[in-house]
């Protein structure tokens, strides 16, 4: 078992499949950047909210607006690699760790998710 275990018992649990489902089309959609958007809680249903990627390199990163973030009941931050495989990335697990918010991270490249979960946190 390497650095970062596979999710999927983790992902299957959590995360409906039609949500799974809206962010992989959104992903696929544009392959050349990330993609990035909010999974809220709607009145317990959890629904994917597509959010612009304000980054100035939007091929190799993502950023979401704070405010999307302050808004909404975000229960995951999802983001798409379109140069790489699902595994976070040094900045992903900073970035969820100081949020506090689990990322789900879809790779175009290879058509799988990885669920970064932080469980340290």
Same mark, same amino acid.
């Given at each position: 078992?390497?650095?970062?275990?596979?999710?999927?018992? =983790?992902?299957?649990?959590?995360?409906?499949?039609?949500? &799974? !489902?809206?962010?992989?089309?959104?992903? *696929?959609?544009?392959?050349?950047?990330?993609?990035?958007? =909010?999974?809220?809680?709607?009145?317990?249903?959890?629904?994917?909210?597509?959010?612009?990627? /304000?980054?100035?390199?939007? *091929? !190799?990163?993502?950023? /979401? %607006?704070?405010?999307?973030?302050? %808004?909404?009941? @975000?229960?995951?931050?999802?983001?798409?690699?379109?140069?790489?495989?699902?595994?976070?990335?040094? !900045?992903?697990? *900073?970035?969820? /760790?100081? &949020?506090? =918010?689990?990322?789900? /991270?879809?790779? @175009?490249?290879?058509?799988?998710?990885?669920?970064?979960?932080?469980?340290?946190?």
């Amino acid at each position: 078992m390497g650095r970062f275990p596979e999710r999927k018992d =983790i992902l299957l649990d959590k995360i409906p499949e039609e949500v &799974l !489902s809206s962010c992989r089309e959104y992903s *696929k959609k544009n392959k050349k950047e990330e993609c990035c958007g =909010i999974i809220v809680n709607n009145n317990n249903k959890l629904i994917f909210k597509p959010c612009n990627n /304000i980054s100035n390199d939007r *091929k !190799s990163f993502f950023m /979401i %607006d704070p405010y999307e973030i302050i %808004d909404n009941n @975000v229960e995951y931050i999802f983001h798409s690699h379109c140069l790489a495989g699902p595994r976070p990335s040094s !900045s992903d697990i *900073k970035s969820s /760790i100081e &949020l506090c =918010i689990p990322f789900l /991270i879809y790779s @175009v490249l290879s058509d799988s998710f990885y669920l970064y979960d932080n469980i340290g946190v």
